[in-house]
């Protein structure tokens, strides 16, 4: 017959199981204190010129493979009281773009936003307008990159006269200049030239934007770049 009562003997590893488990996860519980404690939010106000720098040495770092961000849980609870963000990225919606990885900062250091094509519309304004005015970021760059399905789609538009599906026309149209203009100079490359040259236009227009920014730039409180991501090296081109 199965002696189903056990003895004290047989119940003190899982005794010590749990009592060891117990303590695991207070001295978790510890260390997230001490790691919310120990992690405030870093002071990002810095000058458009430094922000720059930081961003062009982030890259550096990702582009040989030293990145130094690598536990995004770090400052996590300090994050839910704000954010201080040191530069706007207006990039492309392209899914093998991460603007955090490629320029090595972590969350909270870049305020992103991005949509296929990486132009100026009203929405992609406000957010930066929101950006200088709220969040008092000094630079925005616009983040272009190497084959861009967006570019190429508006220049098969340019070139064949290639009809799109659904709202795709309202993106091509913002693009149309760009490829246009590119097209002129009759490039080796019609791709490269026109993602580069799409990347200036809309650095002109943040810098030209009123009523928020543009009396900024000029008086060089803030700045407006442009840059183009290399898919194949990781590196960003300033243009």
């Known amino acids: 017959m199965c002696d189903c009562l056990a003895t004290p003997a047989a119940l003190a590893p899982s005794r010590r199981r749990l009592l060891g488990g117990a303590a695991a996860l207070a001295a978790l519980a510890s260390s997230a204190r001490v790691l919310a404690a120990d992690t405030p939010l870093p002071d990002n106000r810095i000058g ?28 996590r609870v300090a994050r839910t009281t704000g954010q201080r963000p040191f530069a706007a990225i207006l990039s492309c919606a392209d899914s093998r773009i991460a603007p955090e990885l490629a320029f090595d ?4 250091d870049l305020f992103v936003v991005r949509l296929a094509g990486n132009f100026l519309n009203d929405d992609a304004l406000a957010s930066m307008e929101y950006a200088i005015e709220v969040l008092q970021v000094p630079l925005i760059l616009v983040l272009g990159h190497s084959n861009c ?38 490039p080796a490359n ?40 290399e898919l194949s090296s990781g590196k960003v081109s300033l243009v």
Not at 52 to 63: D, F, H, M, P, S
């Open 48 to 75: 458009p010129d430094a922000a720059l720098a930081r961003l062009v040495q982030g890259n550096a770092r990702y582009v040989a493979g030293r990145s130094t961000q690598r536990d995004f849980s770090v400052g």
């Open 105 to 108: 900062q972590g969350p909270g």
């Open 149 to 186: 399905g967006a570019v190429s789609a508006t220049i098969k538009v340019v070139q064949e006269g290639t009809q799109l599906p659904g709202h795709l026309p309202g993106l091509v149209n913002a693009i149309r200049p760009a490829v246009e203009a590119a097209q002129r100079r009759q």
């Open 190 to 229: 019609l791709l490269v030239a026109a993602t580069e040259q799409n990347v200036r236009l809309n650095v002109a227009r943040l810098s030209t934007s009123e009523p928020l920014l543009a009396g900024r730039m000029a008086s060089g409180a803030i700045r407006a770049v442009g840059g183009v991501y």
